[in-house]
């Protein structure tokens, strides 16, 4: 264990809870994912069977790692809207700063959706004032 963030509950879509539920109930046990008696599936193990069936998988590049999800995920909640501290919380970064020198180049374009909303606050604050200049100003 990492640290003792490693170790707290971990939100989920109803989906995965669904499809893990299952797992659970074919296979009873404390992991989702065990190994000989029961025992969790260290991380080596993981990745070592994702390098065995990548071929197999016509969407994964030659190079897919497990690592991989977790940037997916993180892309994901990024392009999703997710502000860097529920991202952080999610990946359970120490800092903010570890998640933003990670994913900061994955969020949208910053240069237009500054520009959207600006624009939004402006024409709602000032729209009336600007059309009356517009219209009868000097």
């Not at 260290?42 to 497990?66: T, Y």
């Not at 909640?77 to 990670?102: F, P």
Request: glycine fraction near 8%; proline fraction near 4%.
């Amino acid at each position: 264990m990492k640290t003792e963030m490693s170790r707290t509950t971990v939100p989920i879509a109803d989906t995965l809870v669904k499809v893990l539920s299952e797992q659970v109930r074919r296979w009873p046990g404390e992991t989702v994912l065990t190994a000989g008696e029961g025992e969790q599936v260290g991380p080596w193990k993981i990745e070592r069977e994702v390098r065995r069936v990548r071929k197999h998988v016509a969407c994964l590049p030659g190079d897919f790692r497990f690592q991989d999800l977790r940037h997916y995920f993180a892309s994901l909640l990024i392009s999703s809207g997710a502000d860097v501290r529920t991202v952080q919380r999610r990946l359970r970064h120490a800092s903010a700063k570890t998640t933003l020198d990670a994913y900061g180049h994955s969020g949208p374009d910053t240069e237009e959706s500054t520009r959207t909303a600006v624009e939004a606050v402006m024409s709602a604050e000032f729209g009336d004032f600007a059309d009356s200049v517009r219209t009868h100003g000097s």
